[in-house]
């Protein structure tokens, strides 16, 4: 009896240590390369995401003084896109009389209502330009957003409060206009950041 007992204990111990460890879950890292680093069970490989390189999608942002009074901008993403104003695939903000104003800067600052450009790996940074005829309590809100990677992050900058929020979490984001305070309303107050984590 003592034998039998022995031998289970002796095949229980041979078989446990025989068994593979788990498979740890895969954890994407950035490349400054631009591939993704996939950790693997302890091993990292390299491998090119086609997903981070050829993205196709769009952000739709609104600023709004109530439900009434609002502003669109469309910002989409294409590979073969540049990012200075291209006439015909970028369209320019035609200044009206509205109570708010919304637009995206090109990279050579011209105000645009729709503006595409690529986003890779590296990330954009893309300036909004945000005014209204008076005084006030506003929201930048993130209305729509398509085909943007998981792995990018969605960061609205505040340069006059030195705030940030990011928008995949928080889509409604609220601040003060003093147009007696000309740094509240200039152009580069607020920056829209995408970047892979």
């Known amino acids: 009896m003592k034998k039998a007992i022995g031998a289970i204990l002796l095949i229980t111990v041979i078989l446990f240590s025989c068994r593979k460890s788990p ?59 540049q990012t200075v104003y291209v006439p015909g695939a970028d369209a320019p903000t035609l200044q009206g009389f509205g109570v708010v104003s919304l637009s995206s800067l090109s990279s050579n600052n011209i105000p645009l209502s729709i503006y595409t450009l690529p986003l890779t790996p590296k990330g954009v940074k893309i300036g909004l330009k945000v005014n209204a005829q008076a005084d006030g309590i506003f929201t930048l809100n993130l209305k729509e957003r398509r085909s943007i990677p998981e792995a990018y992050d969605l960061w609205l900058i505040d340069g006059y409060r030195k705030d940030s929020v990011e928008l995949r979490y928080n889509n409604t984001y609220s601040f003060k206009i003093f147009k007696a305070d000309t740094s509240s309303v200039v152009a580069n107050r607020f920056k829209l950041i995408i970047r892979t984590r």
């Not at 693997?40 to 050829?54: E, F, R, V, W």
């Open 23 to 81: 498979v740890k879950p895969t954890t994407p890292t950035n490349d400054p390369t631009g591939s993704v680093l996939v950790s693997q069970g302890g091993t990292t490989i390299t491998a090119a995401n086609d997903s981070l390189t050829n993205v196709k999608g769009s952000l739709r942002l609104q600023l709004a003084k109530d439900t009434i009074n609002t502003d669109n901008i469309l910002i989409t993403f294409d590979p073969s896109a």
